[in-house]
């Protein structure tokens, strides 16, 4: 069945009720077999309106942007029965677009995790084999994109978590730059690092749907007050002319990395073909402080968390524990059995790098190095109109492969986590194939508000590999 925003429309513009096109997904959704939903949502189908961008179009959320009167748990007993009073600013955009809610995805809890192994509703697993992880921490709505269980998702990107996941399972995944997005109704795991953006089945439904959920929101203080481009129209400029560099450091990778896969290298040399031959210049360029990326950013992304799930104590909202005796004992023991091993793990290290002795050693110290990150950026965009290189070291990788060594799993994230730090918008667009028939992804990087040459490029790129 072919999900795509185009084919849809075609068929309710060919006389074909939106009830009759979709009723045939309401089994499989059901049947979740992935276990990619948490929660699904009863959907009236309603008659086609074709001045609505995303009329009749099925779309998941993730199931930490919240929805009136639908429960949204992030994946952690802590919420397991939270029902929001409120919409998340995104949803109500998709609801004025049209879009039909089906669901809600399941994730590694509190969005935290490379693996989707995190969550407190059980795996996910990926579409293409279900020995394999679907990436996280938007593994769920990966998978119900790549699934066909929807038309596209919405996922969350605090680290790579949109992208990632979108590699994993040969889908298209976008951050969008920091502020594009409002994140009000998003619930908080890293502050300065998440943004809400799309995983979908091709290039060009991402740029409908960054349009429909982009623009200013006086709810979000960190929403920028830009003009939203006509995203879908770059998907027809192509790159002739376009200045792409490829980071040495991505691939001159050092002991202390992992290394680069075989089938990943292959891919990103294939793309870059692919690129020359629509006319892109490759130029190598050099990104001198990626090696300081994963520690700068578990620094940051730890500590903000820490703060941010501080709130989850038992007492206002969230699980509270029925044991407790005592003020002490009600926060300690709803906490105990509220949040997840990989949740009390981030949280330690984030109190720890917050506290009084460790601040300046640690905390301070990584965001100067973020600023340097970020330094690296700038100058290489004076140079090239975008940047090319691998989503992860390597496709993805079998249940409980790396979860006894967290570090192991950290360093799953080392192409895609200086994107979130830098606030960069960055794309996976699904391009290759490992031995094992699993999907190998390339990730492209713009300068600051410039998503439509992601789109560009990556629907050139779709072009090469024969996607209509």
Known sequence: MDLSFKALRRSYENGKSVASVLEPLQAAQKENRHNAFITLNAVDYPDFDPSKKLSGIPIALKDNIVTKGIRTTAASKMLSNFIPPYDATVVTKLKNAG?????????????????NENSAFGKVLNAHDSAYVPGGSSGGSATAVAANLCAAALGSDTGGSIRQPANYS??????????????????????????????SHKVEDAATLLEVISGYDKNDMTSAKKEVPKFAKFCEQGVEGMRVGVPQEYFDIDVDNPHLSKGVEETIRASIVALEKAGAIIEKVSLPHTSYAVA?????????????????????????????????????????????????RRIMLGTYVLSAGFYDAYYRKAQRVRTLITRDFEEVFQ???????????????????????????????????????AGLPGMSI?????????????QLLSPWWEEGRLFQAGRQLELSRGVE
């Open 99 to 115: 879009a039909l809610l089906v669901g809600k995805n399941n994730l590694d809890e509190f969005a935290m995790g490379s693996s």
């Open 170 to 199: 040969g889908v298209v995944g976008l951050k969008p730059t920091y502020g594009r997005v409002s994140r009000y109704g998003l619930i908080a795991f890293a502050s300065s690092l998440d943004q809400i953006g799309p995983l």
């Open 296 to 344: 700068t950013y578990y620094l940051i992304a730890t500590a903000e968390s820490s703060s941010n799930l501080s709130r989850f104590d038992g007492v206002r909202f969230g699980h509270r524990s029925s044991s407790a005796q005592t003020l002490d004992e009600l926060y300690q023991k709803s906490r105990s059995e509220g949040f997840g091993e990989e949740v009390k």
């Open 383 to 421: 140079e090239v109109d975008m940047l090319l290189t691998p989503v992860t070291p390597s496709p993805a990788f079998r249940f409980g492969e790396k979860s006894e060594d967290p570090l192991q799993m950290y360093l799953e994230d080392i192409f895609t986590i200086s994107c979130n730090l």
């Open 430 to 442: 699904p391009f290759g194939e490992s031995e094992a028939g699993l999907p190998i992804g390339v």
